[in-house]
């Protein structure tokens, strides 16, 4: 098979088959179709990440490598977070507080995972030889967020919340961590990325993110303009005729029989 | 004139706003500081990022706001118009991409043809949306870590 066509047939097509099983899952009412869209998704999911060994000459299926090397962190650390929030005063879902501890060690050990995929022998090598491209991408965007975005959530915070000092202290020590990482990245060479590749894929990666934030608010800018217009250009509805006697009777009837209940004391 | 609450809006938005470009800003100081001058990035290959960016984020954003019309037109009558209109922004992004991509080296990241650039750029995309991704899921859950770790607090006062 042709090198192109391989890459459409094991890579891109599972790629879309991922959002085309997420938008059936998402857009379905019947259960039947929303476990269609989900099996769908896996398949797509699972193919994206074999597809180092089914096309290995296409240079899209480094995604697919990436995939399989960040998804142990990854898991690790939403789980950790998944746990540390349930196991702490939540209405209902309540976990014990045992799994507190639990979610603390899956985010200081996903922490270290990633440190060491960083700066160690744990490093995304692609086709043994090189870095994963996308892992120089991956890691400094990721870290750029956080530090970003948990600087913001600090702030808000602060500006919204109410008596919330200690809960902007600890995202504004998760900012200043992250901040330290990317420093260290800048000025510490790792077992396989020097700090001038790490420098210079970081400030690539806040390029990308102020890019991708215009792009996306352009977009989302440009549906709302077409939504607007469209609304703007139908007729106003009609509007429904006064309710008759009868139908005013009948109604204070059905509002009589489920109003009520126990006085309260 | 503005009254206060409008003002203290525009407070905030800016506060926020300034919140999230102070960190970059004092890593781009504290670097280079280390570096002993000005922080060495390509401004060159910065901006062709930033331009590939945009111009891939807002095909993809348009594209996946495309299939969100269906959510649209189930509460309306299957409406032609702003599937139209929506397929028509898809086109430009697609056409300005090409376009722009085409015209020479200014777009193209060490990729030998358009097409090249273009699976680049979405390979790309696909992986800094997952890294973005990952990291809100970081900020906003421990966010909610930190709200339900406190005390439990009393709202109302009982009389």
């Known amino acids: 098979m042709e090198?192109?066509?391989?890459?459409?047939?094991?890579?891109?097509?599972?790629?879309?088959?991922?959002?085309?099983?997420?938008?059936?899952?998402l857009s379905s009412k019947d259960n039947l179709t929303k476990?269609?869209?989900?099996?769908?998704?896996?398949?797509?999911?699972?193919?994206?990440?074999?597809?180092?060994?089914?096309?290995?000459?296409?240079?899209?299926?480094?995604?697919?490598?990436?995939?399989?090397?960040?998804?142990?962190?990854?898991a690790l650390l939403v789980l950790g977070i998944y746990l540390i929030i349930f196991s702490g005063n939540?209405?209902?879902?309540?976990?014990?507080?045992?799994?507190r501890k639990m979610g603390l060690i899956s985010v200081l050990v996903s922490f270290i995972w990633f440190c060491l995929m960083q700066w160690a022998d744990f490093t995304p090598m692609y086709e043994g030889s090189e870095v994963n491209n996308f892992w120089l991408i991956f890691f400094p965007t990721f870290l750029v967020v956080v530090c970003s975005m948990s600087s913001l959530l600090s702030v808000s915070m602060l500006a919204i919340g109410d008596n919330r000092q200690r809960e902007s202290r600890i995202l504004i020590i998760i900012?200043?961590?992250?901040?330290?990482?990317?420093?260290?990245?800048?000025?510490f060479d790792g077992k396989n990325i020097s700090s001038e590749t790490f420098s210079e894929y970081f400030w690539l990666s806040v390029s990308d993110l102020f890019g991708i934030l215009i792009g996306i608010s352009m977009s989302i800018l440009v549906f709302g303009l077409v939504i607007y217009m469209y609304e703007s250009s139908i007729d106003e509805p009609k509007s429904v005729p006064k309710p008759s006697k009868d139908e005013l009777i009948l109604a204070s009837q059905k509002i009589a029989q489920n109003i009520g209940g126990d006085e309260s004391e | 004139m503005t009254n206060l609450s409008e003002t203290k809006k525009t407070l905030s938005l800016k506060?926020?706003?300034?919140?999230?470009?102070?960190?970059?800003?004092?890593?781009?100081?504290?670097?280079?500081?280390?570096?002993?001058?000005?922080?060495?990035?390509?401004?060159?290959?910065?901006?062709?990022?930033?331009a590939n960016a945009i111009l891939t984020s807002y095909t993809l954003g348009s594209i996946i706001l495309l299939g969100n019309l269906f959510f649209y037109a189930d509460s309306r009558k299957r409406p032609l118009a702003p599937l139209f209109g929506m397929l028509m922004a898809v086109l430009l992004g697609l056409m300005a991409t090409i376009i722009l991509i085409g015209m020479g080296p200014m777009l193209l990241e060490a990729n030998g043809s358009i097409r090249a650039q273009t699976v680049y750029n979405i390979g790309h995309t696909i992986v800094s949306f997952l890294a973005i991704s990952l990291a809100c899921a970081v900020c906003i859950g421990a966010m909610f870590a930190t709200l339900t770790s406190g005390k439990k607090r009393i709202l109302f006062e009982e009389e």
């Open chain 1, 3 to 25: 090198e192109i066509l391989e890459a459409v047939v094991f890579f891109w097509l599972p790629m879309s088959m991922i959002a085309f099983g997420a938008w059936i899952n």
């Open chain 1, 175 to 187: 900012s200043l961590i992250s901040m330290l990482l990317i420093i260290a990245g800048m000025n």
């Open chain 2, 15 to 50: 506060i926020l706003f300034i919140s999230f470009l102070l960190p970059i800003i004092l890593i781009w100081i504290i670097d280079s500081s280390f570096s002993g001058g000005y922080s060495g990035f390509d401004t060159s290959d910065s901006f062709t990022r930033f």
């Open chain 1, 35 to 74: 476990n269609f869209g989900k099996i769908i998704f896996i398949l797509g999911f699972i193919f994206v990440c074999i597809s180092p060994w089914t096309v290995p000459s296409s240079p899209s299926s480094a995604i697919g490598h990436l995939i399989g090397f960040i998804i142990g962190p990854s």
């Open chain 1, 90 to 99: 939540v209405p209902v879902g309540r976990l014990p507080s045992s799994d």
